[in-house]
């Protein structure tokens, strides 16, 4: 071994002791001939003292900043009045008798100390360097952790952990393939798993009972901030179980993740349906770390003559303590609900005496004004944002408003939710198809079977699945559901999203003809390991929290992927490009 501790380890060490250590130039002080350097390795950072005439080896002011050492030192007491007490190794430093320069290092493209911002793109082509930063070695340990965490809850829960093939069959599931071309057999082509999900379900079908996988998963999506091309994801399954039976085990265990890696107390997450959570915050994906509900105000206005609120639904937002808000300022949020499709948003300022301040308080009846302010339980100083229009559009508006009121910080921690009963299909496609709200391998509620089976348009966009989405601090963490295990039952969906027989049997035969053999009732989930990461460490963005990332756009500045190939490449695959159209000149 090159080295006998870590500087982690260095406080187990006995004064006087003699240790051999290598890392790092983290920062170098000349201070008239001893040269002191902060050197960096895994563990952290601890103080060297280079005595040019007492060192052995290379003279210490050769060396700059991160270079990579290896020293032999004696651990000593640091000198009163140079104790760092706020530091781990703080209170002692290494005289050093010899000094070996492993790897010098040119001047560097890319600040490593993380207090100092670099250009995103320079970081991503640089990221071996960016990795030397604590912030980066700090994630990827946690990521570590966290993993570990996992595969121990699910092993003490007997789940077995199955590896499913990442060359298999485009069998679309929402997002574009990534497809692999076949050398053997030109012309066709495999792709890479945007999941694990039918062969999680056909290893319920083989009797396995409890699965799960930290899988790598790959879509070809638009590009998003919050997305990547190529992710992980925990994957899990079990049969002859419910909803709830899923709900609780996931919750049980990321509750326990959460502990483990914060130290501090959270329960299983509670629950609420799509409907009310729509109703309540306009979004499927609530943040609970603040408060602002949505007011369904109909019923206030059911009789009204204010031509603007006779609409299918009129909704409200109480702002507390916010009646002062600067016309500039409402301005905007009546740009921003206009941008969203709402003909306008109307605002109301309470004032002492159960009085408002609005442009169309004369519109409005006294008995409609006294309702309204008790149905929002406003009180003087309040502001109250109304939108009115169809029950999707004025959720969707207000629920985006009310973003723009939080006021979240850190302390509030981890809030989780279970939104449950979502809408089977999420509308009609230009052939007047319904679109499946997750994937369409997810189960009816069995209370709208009836409905399912005979329904037909719009009237199917009443029907709710048994799917269940995990939401983190109003992140899509997560996302299951009881899945199909009828033939009959998916043949129907297969055929209410237009996919003819003859189409359902090329995409999905294996799976049809699975289920004529005893397919057990079944149910998982899956959620994003990037995401769960990113959030217990803080991060907004998940590519803090992957060694490798790509852009938003998909690109590699590292390897400078993706790569054209050689021509000898093509052909060995039976592939030629096609040549690009010139354009025409006027």
């Known amino acids: 071994m090159m080295r006998t501790h870590l500087t982690s380890t260095l406080e187990t060490a006995v004064i006087g002791s003699t240790v051999e250590l290598c890392g790092w130039v983290a920062k170098r002080r000349d201070h008239g001939g001893v040269v002191f350097i902060d050197l960096r390795d895994a563990g952290g950072v601890v103080q060297v003292v280079v005595d040019p005439s007492k060192v052995v080896g290379v003279d210490p002011h050769l060396i700059r900043s991160e270079f990579v050492l290896r020293v032999v030192g004696v651990v000593k007491d640091r000198p009163e009045g140079t104790i760092k007490s706020d530091t781990a190794n703080g209170a002692i430093e290494v005289a050093v008798d010899s000094v070996e320069i492993l790897a010098a290092c040119d001047a560097l493209p890319i600040p490593v100390d993380q207090e100092v911002a670099a250009d995103e793109s320079l970081r991503l082509k640089y990221r071996y360097l960016d990795l030397r930063g604590r912030r980066l070695q700090g994630n990827l340990r946690l990521r570590a952790r966290v993993n570990h965490l996992l595969r121990q809850a699910f092993d003490e829960r007997e789940f077995v952990e199955v590896e ?43 009797g ?17 901030a919050d997305r990547q091309f190529e992710f992980t994801q925990l994957d899990m399954e079990m049969s002859f179980v419910d909803s709830d039976d899923v709900m609780d085990l996931v919750g049980e265990i990321v509750a326990s993740v959460i502990r483990d890696v914060t130290q501090e107390s959270a329960g299983n997450p509670g629950r609420m349906t799509w409907a009310d959570a729509m109703a309540t915050y306009g979004t499927e994906k609530p943040d609970l770390r603040f408060d602002l509900p949505i007011s369904d105000v109909t019923s206030v206005f059911s009789a009204t003559e204010f031509r603007a609120f006779q609409a299918d639904s009129v909704g409200a ?74 029950l999707a559009m004025t959720s969707e508006v207000l629920g ?176 030629s490009l096609a040549a690009k159209k010139k354009e025409s000149r006027s």
């Not at 990442?166 to 076949?182: C, N, Y």
């Not at 396995?208 to 998003?224: G, K, M």
């Not at 004032?351 to 149905?375: H, M, N, Q, T």
Request: hydrophobic share 40%; charged share 20%.
């Open 164 to 206: 499913t093939p990442l060359l298999i069959a485009s069998t679309p599931e929402g997002a574009r393939d990534f497809v692999v071309p076949s050398r053997l057999t030109p012309g066709s082509f495999y792709a890479l798993p945007q999941s694990p999900q039918l062969f999680k379900q056909l290893l319920m079908v083989g």
């Open 208 to 224: 396995l009972d409890r699965y799960f996988q930290i899988a790598r998963c790959l879509r070809d999506e638009d590009p998003r």
């Open 317 to 390: 937002l109480r702002i507390p303590e916010s009646g002062e808000l600067a016309r500039a300022r409402l301005d905007s949020l009546i740009e921003r609900a206009q941008s969203l499709g709402a003909p306008g948003l109307v605002w109301i300022r309470v004032r002492e005496g159960s009085l408002i301040d609005s442009p169309v308080a004369k519109f409005l009846s006294e008995e409609e004004k006294s309702a309204l302010l008790a149905k929002t339980n406003a009180q003087p100083g309040d502001l109250i944002l109304l939108a009115a229009g169809s």
């Open 400 to 575: 985006v408003i009310r973003k723009e009121f939080c006021v979240v910080t850190k302390d509030l921690g981890l809030q989780t939710v279970w939104v449950t009963d979502f809408p089977l299909f999420e509308g009609l496609d230009d052939q007047g198809n319904p679109i499946s709200s997750h994937h369409p391998f997810t189960a009816p509620h069995p209370d709208d079977l009836d409905l399912f089976m005979h329904a037909e348009g719009e009237d199917l966009l009443s029907v709710r699945s048994q799917a269940y989405d995990l939401v983190v601090n109003g992140w899509e963490l997560g996302s299951g559901s009881v899945r199909i295990h009828s033939r009959e039952i998916q043949e129907r969906v297969f055929s209410l999203l237009g996919i003819s027989p003859d189409l359902a049997h090329a995409r999905f035969g294996f799976l049809l003809e699975a289920f004529r053999y005893g397919a057990p009732p079944h149910a998982g989930f899956a959620f994003g390991i990037d995401r769960l990461v990113a959030l217990l460490a803080g991060e907004d963005n998940i590519r803090e929290v992957i060694a490798f990332p790509k852009t938003q756009s998909g690109a590699d500045p590292l390897t400078n992927a993706p790569s054209l190939l050689e021509g000898s490449q093509l052909k060995s695959l039976g592939l």
